[in-house]
């Protein structure tokens, strides 16, 4: 199984009115804008889509939106955070039924499984699907860590076509390579690793702050693979402010915060999370404000 997965994937946030419901004019609206604004793939029901606050027929539906505002304009991958082997594989059969272009699947969540048990989930997982697949490596947030070891042994399963790395160390893209080569299109998760992930082999880069500056994240991509280093690296220290936001427990309000104050979305979230106050939510806005006074004019790619 191929696939031409490359660039900058937008982690899309779930938008919520008020009420804590679904508001599906605000996410039209939100998937447009980043596909006009240049992304290469959208994946919708991560972890900042805040996946698991949603009910199965929810999940669904913002995949089904997604797909229809794409068009097939780019990929659409949707989250897998199920709770155990037989939801994941339940929700794959439903979404891929509804046309999902394919999955990013997250290790079974709140039990932190062990190598064989690791393995043996993505496994069955896969032949569930029908599409290709994103293996997603999180060990700092899911405590269950996918080493460059089993990403080898995993790759005999020919629907695991690329990995999400955010185990947080960079050096990991180097000994995943090291280990397998270019058997996996191979996408940075974090951040504000996300220039020197692309420099050490990544083809892509699954983003959170592109929500709000989806166009200064394209260009930072194209700017690295181009090798126009010192524009890069001048637009990368512009942006880490605002990327370090991607590296915190409150990530999802982080962003959602972000997106509100450059205009393109609101801070509401589903419970138990809530919106930022008092200290926390200065030291934020200071950032976005700070990061939106000095906006550079970016460079033609």
Known sequence: MTTTWSGIFSAVTTKFDKDGRLDFSAMERHFNFQFESGVHGLIVLGSLGENVTLAPIEKQDVLKLALQVSGGRVPVL???????????CNYIKQAQANGANGFMVMPAMVYPADRRETLQYFRTVAAASDVPIMLYNNPVSYKVDLTPEMFAELADE????????????????????NAV????????GVDDLAMESVMLGAVGWVAGLVCAFPKETVVLYKLVKAGRMDEALQLYRWFMPLLHLDVSTKFVQNIKLAETMAGV????????????????RKRVESIVKKALEARPDLPKI
């Open 78 to 88: 949707s989250g897998v955070a199920e709770t155990s082997t037989a939801m994941a």
């Open 181 to 188: 080569g270019d058997r996996y299109q191979i996408f940075t």
């Open 265 to 280: 979305g609101t801070e509401h979230v589903r419970p138990p999370r809530l919106p930022l106050t008092g200290e926390e």
């Open 158 to 177: 020919p629907k695991f076509v690329a990995l999400k790395e955010s185990s947080d160390n960079v050096r990991r893209i180097t000994d995943i390579i």
